[in-house]
């Protein structure tokens, strides 16, 4: 079978999202994968899967639903078409908590500002 052209790159900044990964159930995992793949590779991701984040900057939600448990990863691009996750959660309320996502923009703003020094040592 021949391989998918990826679209996108995933990558994973320090160990936030592992720290995430590591903890969920088989059936969860094997789903957070698929959704991972699925926004690598196809051209416009739909909604479901993949939303930005409104009144943020530049931060989006990938969404994971495995039966009746719902997970967000939260990422953001570096250019076009690199992806970088930062911190995933399960969601149990209808509103995404705010600490979540004040923990992700600071994590972007890490990312940000190592990326600056690394390119201007």
Same mark, same amino acid.
């Given at each position: 079978?021949?391989? /998918? ?11 936030? @999202?592992?720290? @995430? ?6 059936? %969860? ?15 416009? %991701? ?17 969404? %994971? ?8 990863? @939260? ?5 076009? *078409? ?7 959660? *399960?969601? $149990?309320?209808? $509103?995404?908590?705010?600490?979540? #996502?004040?923990?992700?923009?600071? #994590?972007?703003? *890490?990312?940000?500002?190592? /990326? $600056? ?5």
């Amino acid at each position: 079978m021949a391989q /998918k052209q990826k679209r996108r790159t995933i990558i994973f900044y320090r160990n936030y @999202f592992e720290d @995430f990964f590591v903890r969920q159930r088989r059936k %969860v995992k094997d789903k957070i994968i698929w959704t991972l793949e699925l926004i690598e590779e196809i051209e416009k %991701v739909p909604e479901t899967y993949l939303k930005h984040l409104e009144n943020s900057d530049g931060l989006f939600e990938i969404r %994971v639903q495995q039966g009746s448990d719902i997970f967000r990863i @939260f990422c953001f691009f570096d250019g076009g *078409q690199l992806v970088v996750l930062s911190n995933g959660f *399960q969601k $149990k309320t209808q $509103k995404t908590p705010s600490q979540e #996502i004040e923990r992700a923009e600071k #994590i972007k703003q *890490q990312y940000e500002n190592e /990326k $600056k020094q690394h390119n201007n040592p």
